[in-house]
T-cell receptor
Framework: EPEVTQTPSHQVTQMGQEVILRCVPI?????FYWYRQILGQKVEFLVS????????KSEIFDDQFSVERPDGSNFTLKIRSTKLEDSAMYFC???????????FGSGTRLTVV | KNQVEQSPQSLIILEGKNCTLQ??????????LRWYKQDTGRGPVSLTI?????NTKSNGRYTATLDADTKQSSLHITASQLSDSASYIC???????????FGAGTILRVKS
């Protein structure tokens, strides 16, 4: 069964540092997403990406966030200057056009200290 | 504003018993409704997906219902097992290929 792979599984970083979270979506999927889940809260949409550009982003996805698909396989989320409140699980998801192909990765737990 | 509300917030049941989880949504335009199971520290795993025209969908011991008129859905779990302990999340897709709107989840604990 195809999987979405995320690395690292856990990252600890100091406040103000840049982090890059990596995702390898399912190879024939065309839509890519990042979601986050703060401990004890619901999963929240961050950004969707299609055809090498952002198609939609939430108000959470401010200027400190960026996404890239640098080499046609990886899909990355960069946080430029991390804050304590960025501590959360970050989930990558990919989606195919048959409408049922939404698959989530296992997540990266980001801890900002 | 697109919202998904779930009840109860948490539930404890004995192994072997059945339970039903509820979901109400106000999402437009509605595309489909999914139930996910999320183990602690893991990504959500899809259990069922229902479109506007589907009233019920089963996946093993999981049966989901959808009433598009009242914008309500339920997830029924039969003959619960200890491994069913997890968060069950109702998720509504707004528009084709668009972002998912998540409920807060129901935390289910099955005890022996």
């Amino acid at each position: 069964e195809p999987e979405v792979t995320q690395t690292p599984s856990h990252q600890v970083t100091q406040m103000g540092q840049e982090v890059i979270l990596r995702c390898v979506p399912i190879s024939n999927h065309l839509y890519f997403y990042w979601y986050r889940q703060i401990l004890g809260q619901k999963v929240e949409f961050l950004v969707s990406f299609y055809n090498n550009e952002i198609s939609e982003k939430s108000e959470i996805f401010d200027d400190q966030f960026s996404v890239e698909r640098p080499d046609g396989s990886n899909f990355t989320l960069k946080i430029r200057s991390t804050k304590l409140e960025d501590s959360a699980m970050y989930f990558c998801a990919s989606y195919q056009e048959d409408f049922y192909g939404y698959t989530f990765g296992s997540g990266t737990r980001l801890t900002v200290v | 504003k697109n919202q998904v509300e779930q009840s109860p917030q948490s539930l404890i049941i004995l192994e072997g018993k059945n339970c039903t989880l509820q979901c109400n949504y106000t999402v437009s335009p509605f595309s489909n409704l999914r139930w996910y199971k999320q183990d602690t520290g893991r990504g959500p795993v899809s259990l069922t997906i229902m479109t506007f025209s589907e009233n019920t969908k089963s996946n093993g011991r999981y049966t989901a219902t959808l009433d598009a008129d009242t914008k309500q859905s339920s997830l029924h779990i039969t003959a619960s097992q200890l491994s069913d302990s997890a968060s069950y999340i109702c998720v509504v897709s707004a528009g084709y290929g668009n972002k998912l709107v998540f409920g807060a989840g129901t935390i289910l604990r099955v005890k022996s």
